[in-house]
């Protein structure tokens, strides 16, 4: 059965260095969602692709988050500078699109110090 | 936006009890999943529920849609069935999901 991959499935990092993250939806997923999940909380959602184009990013903390996916398959999260709030498990998600189920990925914990 | 509440916010059970979770939200849905998050953080696909009940081994689901509550029954509960249920429901337009507070499912041997 396909998967999301995510990497790197965990990282540990200081405050005020760049991070990213790298997500690869399943094969002819068109929609991408990128979710922040602090611990102890339901995930919410960071920024939604349709296929290389950005749907939604009114969430996404856009003076140090980035999100790319510009052959609309793979897409990298990236936070720079990352900040002890930061840390978080970020997940991937995909779906065909519209109204289908979303498939997430592992995650990726991140840990700043 | 939509708020979504669980209930119980935790339960613990013996091995092989049955349990019921419940899921509130507070405008009209197209759908809702279920999912479980196991200790290692990954989120599993349970249910895509949008109404009626399905089965899935000894794991069940009901939704409501017009009473705007869904419910998620495990019979013969195991320690695996051990983590965070989460259900969650799509805005309109971009279909984002809302999740909800969570259940914190415990099963002790």
């Known amino acids: 059965e396909a998967e999301v991959a995510q990497s790197p499935r965990y990282k540990i990092t200081e405050k005020s260095q760049a991070v990213a993250f790298w997500c690869d939806p399943i094969s002819g997923h068109a929609t991408l969602y990128w979710y922040r999940q602090i611990l102890g909380q339901g995930p919410e959602l960071l920024v939604q692709f349709q296929d290389e184009s950005v749907v939604d990013d009114s969430q996404l903390p856009k003076d140090r988050f980035s999100a790319e996916r510009l052959k609309g398959v793979d897409s990298t999260l990236k936070i720079q500078p990352a900040e002890l709030g930061d840390s978080a498990m970020y997940l991937c998600?995909?779906?065909?699109?519209?109204?289908?189920?979303?498939?997430f990925g592992p995650g990726t914990r991140l840990t700043v110090l | 936006g939509i708020q979504v509440e669980q209930s119980p916010p935790d339960l613990i059970l013996q091995e092989g009890a049955n349990s019921t979770l419940r899921c509130n939200f507070s405008?009209?849905?197209?759908?809702l999943q279920w999912f479980h998050q196991n200790p290692w953080g990954q989120l599993i696909n349970l249910f895509y529920?949008?109404?009626g009940t399905k089965q899935n081994g000894r794991l069940s689901a009901t939704t409501v849609a017009t009473e705007r509550y869904s419910l998620l029954y495990i019979s013969s509960s195991q320690t695996t069935d051990s983590g965070v249920y989460f259900c969650?429901?799509?805005?309109?337009?971009?279909?984002?999901?809302?999740f909800g507070t969570g259940t914190r499912l415990t099963i002790i041997p």
């Open positions: 998600a995909s779906t065909r699109g519209g109204k289908d189920t979303q498939y």
């Open positions: 969650a429901v799509p805005s309109f337009g971009n279909e984002k999901l809302t």
């Open positions: 529920i949008p109404s």
């Open positions: 405008d009209s849905v197209n759908n």
